[in-house]
């Protein structure tokens, strides 16, 4: 017999005062109840409810029980309420570097929208296209183009980006394709 389920059923029972109600209350069969109350009884060693025609009444036992385990189950709601809380809000400074083009397309349209689910957040941004030491530079999360150095950090792919060469035709006519096989663009990430 689970014990917090035991305390939920009886709690229903003195509180609709009969065992029918608590069991339409609770979404279950009416014996189920019965069966929950007199495990419970035979656990505890004692009456917690007398039964007569007229209805249900609570022993002295039972009226004291009812209070506690009230208590119980109530304090039992505010801790699961807490632990939802905590992990559904976020809270603190959060320090992202990014590079100017990367921020400027994916992260800031996006800010606003996220800062509002999460009001609790402050976040820096530090726009730069340098390869940063994140620890050195104290950084929680930086975002980067290209293939990861060796590292201990952690890296998630999260978007793609194909690489295009661009310029106008005039610039072209006198390139040679086999003598370029690689175009270094100065400024850009790899």
Do not use: W
């Amino acid at each position: 017999m689970d014990r917090m389920t035991a305390m939920e059923t009886f709690i229903a029972v003195v509180e609709s005062g009969s065992f029918s109600v608590a069991a339409r209350r609770l979404n279950v069969g009416q014996p189920a109840v019965s069966k929950s109350v007199a495990q419970l009884e035979e656990r505890l060693g004692t009456r917690l409810l007398l039964r007569s025609t007229r209805g249900l009444n609570t022993t002295d036992a039972g009226q004291r029980f009812y209070e506690h385990a009230r208590l119980a189950i109530e304090e039992a709601d505010e801790a699961e309420n807490a632990a939802k809380e905590s992990s559904e809000s976020v809270s603190g400074r959060l320090r992202v570097s990014a590079a100017p083009t990367c921020a400027r397309l994916h992260v800031m349209p996006a800010l606003k929208r996220f800062l509002d689910q999460h009001p609790q957040l402050e976040i820096d941004i530090v726009l730069d296209d340098r390869n940063i030491d994140l620890l050195e530079e104290g950084m929680d999360v930086s975002l980067r183009m290209g293939s990861l150095d060796d590292s201990g950090m952690t890296a998630r792919r999260i978007g793609r980006s194909p690489r295009l060469v661009v310029g106008t035709p005039a610039y072209f006519e006198g390139f040679q394709p086999a003598t370029c096989s690689r175009v270094h663009m100065p400024g850009a990430s790899t």
